[in-house]
């Protein structure tokens, strides 16, 4: 062997004995037992070892700490909304021709339709046959569809989702859906 590397021929000889015979070629290769609990200076022995320690003092402020995204006000973030294949076909053009985003386009189209029309997209039918069992009252619901992500700040998703509350609408996607589809088709007509 040359002097970089050492002979394995030891790791492979037969154990030695010992009293009991088992794990003699392992002896030294293990870091030494730990200390007992009992022993670490400063901890009492006995069952109050085991206890957890007390939590330090810093960590109920990281707690209480607020994100950097609530810290800034008018943080912008993406909203998700699922649009069917037609509209979002329709929503995609009008992007696209008018080179804008899905934020501008629906800001531009809740300043174009009025709150009423807004509201009449989510009404209730509320005829009720004049004999018989009154009928189960079907709230409109957002179709499937695929998604796209508005990009909102705070203060603009705060307003949509009083709207939405409003107007009551089944969910904020629900919400933008109806007014993408209620300004395209004000646009065409």
Known sequence: MNAERQSLAGAFAPASLTADGRGASLQGLLSPKRKSVSAVPGRPAGPEALAPEPPEEAKPAQAT???SSEQASGAIRNVGVYLPPVLLEKVRDMVRSHQTTYADLLVEAFDVIDERTLAKAFETDPQQPETGMPRRIR?????????INVRLDDQQVRWIDEKMKRMEAPSRSAFITAVYKLYLEKEAG
Not at 139 to 147: E, K, L, V, Y
């Open 139 to 147: 709230r409109p619901r957002g179709a499937a569809g695929i998604q």
């Open 65 to 67: 700490r607020a994100k």
